[in-house]
């Protein structure tokens, strides 16, 4: 089975912190996933990484960054933390070579506070 | 552009009753969809995924949902509610081929009571 694991469930921080959120997946996968769940807005993509060292924007990447190092963790860094900021965040990952392209596989979640 | 709408954002059911949860989709292409669903303080799971074939597509725990490119939905059913199917259920589509992005509907939340 695929795990995708998230370095903390809860986490409350101030405004203005330097904030990591680490995932890491165990199953080679390629892509990884950086969401932000609020209720009623449903998922929102905020960055995608399709390889090691290459990322790309999703449809809200503003006040975040990413890292990739290696294939197995994905880290989304929020550089000056905001109470705009407070969410769930989630991460998955997927493999476009393996039997189920397309098939995202989710972490647990963090839910960040922001102070 | 891709896009998904659920219609409801919270549904209320007895436990035996049916289930009902609606997607609609729009997509240039043929789309690919999924429901996952996400049950309290953890992250989403696929329930079941339509990409190509037969247009009733059979998933986990007893739930299917239909394809019907006519009338560009995807709606999720089960015949008998449990109590265990509470939780929050997502709708999906592809937003390309060559990509593994989804777009997700904004969730509906299912309630069932004893």
């Known amino acids: 089975d695929v795990k995708v694991t998230q370095s903390s469930r809860y986490l409350v921080k101030r405004t203005g912190e330097k904030v990591f959120l680490e995932c890491v997946q165990d199953m080679d996968h390629e892509n990884m996933f950086w969401y932000r769940q609020d209720p009623g807005l449903g998922l929102r993509l905020i960055y995608f990484s399709y390889d090691v060292k290459m990322k790309e924007k999703g449809d809200i990447p503003e006040g975040y960054s990413v890292s990739r190092e290696k294939k197995e963790r994905f880290s989304l860094i929020l550089e000056s933390a905001s109470t705009n900021q407070t969410s769930m965040y989630l991460c998955?990952?997927?493999?476009?070579?393996?039997?189920?392209?397309?098939?995202?596989?989710f972490g647990p979640g963090t839910r960040l506070t922001v102070t | 552009a891709q896009s998904v709408t659920q219609l409801g954002s919270h549904v209320s059911v007895s436990e035996g009753a049916l289930v009902l949860l609606r997607c609609n989709y729009s997509?240039?292409?043929?789309?690919?969809l999924f429901w996952y669903v996400q049950y309290p303080n953890q992250g989403l799971q696929l329930l079941l995924k339509?990409?190509?074939?037969?247009?009733l597509v059979k998933g986990i725990n007893g739930f299917e949902a239909e394809f019907k490119k006519s009338e560009t939905s995807f709606h999720l059913t089960k015949p008998s509610a449990h109590m265990s199917d509470a939780a929050e259920y997502f709708c999906?589509?592809?937003?390309?081929?060559?990509?593994?992005?989804?777009?997700f509907g904004t969730g509906t939340r299912l309630q069932v009571f004893p």
């Open positions: 999906a589509v592809i937003r390309s081929y060559n990509t593994d992005k989804l777009i």
């Open positions: 997509s240039s292409v043929p789309p690919y």
């Open positions: 998955a990952s997927s493999s476009w070579t393996s039997g189920s392209p397309y098939e995202q596989y």
């Open positions: 339509y990409t190509t074939g037969a247009t």
